[in-house]
């Protein structure tokens, strides 16, 4: 059985972790800015935050490579329709880790690299 965490504050920081992703709306790289910077202030005080903003960090760089090999793939159409559908699950699934996060659940990502350990 996995863990639930309880603490509520602990919690907050760990689906900020997620919904600071969306960052990347208003700065270039703010998706993955925003992670590493709640990761970076947040992780030594809870072992939550620590997890899930690696959790966070590697899906958003994951989406990024992702988004990149799209944006060169849209010089023959397919690409636009594969960064359209790579937005929506990007989308989606920070969502569901966020909400997951609030609950205290310690999401895992369906595809992730794992480029911070």
Same mark, same amino acid.
């Given at each position: /059985? =996995?863990?639930? !965490? $309880?603490?509520? $504050? =602990?919690? #907050?920081?760990?689906?900020?972790?997620?919904?600071?992703? *969306?960052?990347? /709306?208003?700065? @270039? *790289?703010?998706? %993955?800015?925003?992670?590493?910077?709640?990761?970076? !202030?947040?992780?030594? =005080?809870? $072992?939550?935050? $620590?997890? +899930?903003?690696? =959790?966070?960090?590697?899906?958003?760089? #994951? /989406?990024?490579?992702? /988004?990149?090999?799209?944006? !060169?793939?849209?010089?023959? %159409? %397919?690409?636009?329709?594969?960064?359209?559908?790579?937005?929506?699950?990007?989308? %989606?699934? #920070?969502?569901?880790?966020?909400?997951?996060?609030? +609950?205290?659940?310690?999401?895992?990502? @369906? *595809?992730?690299? @794992?480029?911070?350990?």
């Amino acid at each position: /059985m =996995e863990r639930i !965490i $309880d603490n509520p $504050d =602990e919690r #907050t920081w760990g689906m900020l972790c997620h919904l600071s992703a *969306f960052a990347g /709306m208003l700065i @270039p *790289f703010g998706n %993955i800015i925003g992670p590493l910077v709640v990761y970076s !202030i947040k992780r030594k =005080e809870f $072992d939550f935050v $620590d997890d +899930q903003g690696k =959790e966070a960090i590697n899906f958003q760089i #994951t /989406m990024s490579i992702a /988004m990149l090999a799209a944006l !060169i793939l849209s010089l023959v %159409i %397919i690409g636009i329709f594969l960064f359209i559908g790579i937005a929506l699950l990007s989308l %989606i699934f #920070t969502v569901v880790a966020a909400l997951k996060a609030n +609950q205290g659940e310690f999401y895992r990502y @369906p *595809f992730n690299y @794992p480029f911070v350990k």
